[in-house]
T-cell receptor, first 113, second 115 residues
Framework: EPEVTQTPSHQVTQMGQEVILRCVPI?????FYWYRQILGQKVEFLVS????????KSEIFDDQFSVERPDGSNFTLKIRSTKLEDSAMYFC???????????FGSGTRLTVV | AQSVSQHNHHVILSEAASLELGCNYS??????LFWYVQYPGQHLQLLLK??????LVKGIKGFEAEFIKSKFSFNLRKPSVQWSDTAEYFC?????????????FGTGTRLKVLA
């Protein structure tokens, strides 16, 4: 069964540092998403991406965040200057279309110290 | 505020017991509804989804859910749980006619099945 792959599985970074979380969506999927889950809290939408541009973003997705699909296969989330409160599990997801369920990746646990 | 509510935060059952997990949403209009499961240390997996048609939806691993529009509910059921069903279960909603395809997740229900 096709999978969404995320790397790394766990990243520890110092406050103020830049991090890039990587995702390889399923190859024929067209819609890409990032969600995050702070420990013990609900899964929250960050951003959706379609046709090489952001289609929607939440209030969490401020100027410190950016997404990119640099080479047609990877989908990255960059946090420019990490804060302690960015510590969370970050999930990438992709879908074939707007009326399909997502396939989620296994997540990257980001710990900001 | 508009939201997705899962009122059971922790559920403990013995094997072979029946399961029903509640999910209520507060959005009007057309909604798509999903249940995801997250086994310990693993990613979110789609259990089942409802877009339209028969409000009783069957998913993987013997799970089913019923969409009751008048109650704004999409409860998850399984007639007989197994130890391997121990996991966290998330209800999610999206609202395609509002021009958004993001999911709004509930807070999750942590299910523990005792062998």
């Amino acid at each position: 069964e096709p999978e969404v792959t995320q790397t790394p599985s766990h990243q520890v970074t110092q406050m103020g540092q830049e991090v890039i979380l990587r995702c390889v969506p399923i190859s024929n999927h067209l819609y890409f998403y990032w969600y995050r889950q702070i420990l013990g809290q609900k899964v929250e939408f960050l951003v959706s991406f379609y046709n090489n541009e952001i289609s929607e973003k939440s209030e969490i997705f401020d100027d410190q965040f950016s997404v990119e699909r640099p080479d047609g296969s990877n989908f990255t989330l960059k946090i420019r200057s990490t804060k302690l409160e960015d510590s969370a599990m970050y999930f990438c997801a992709s879908s074939e279309g707007q009326h399909y369920g997502y396939t989620f990746g296994s997540g990257t646990r980001l710990t900001v110290v | 505020a508009q939201s997705v509510s899962q009122h059971n935060h922790h559920v403990i059952l013995s094997e072979a017991a029946s399961l029903e997990l509640g999910c209520n949403y507060s959005y009007g209009g057309t909604v798509n509804l999903f249940w995801y499961v997250q086994y310990p240390g693993q990613h979110l997996q789609l259990l089942l989804k409802y877009f339209s048609g028969d409000p009783l939806v069957k998913g993987i691993k013997g799970f089913e859910a019923e969409f009751i529009k008048s109650k704004f509910s999409f409860n998850l059921r399984k007639p007989s749980v197994q130890w391997s069903d121990t996991a966290e279960y998330f209800c999610a909603v999206n609202r395609p006619t509002s021009g958004t395809y993001k999911y709004i997740f509930g807070t999750g229900t942590r299910l523990k099945v005792l062998a």
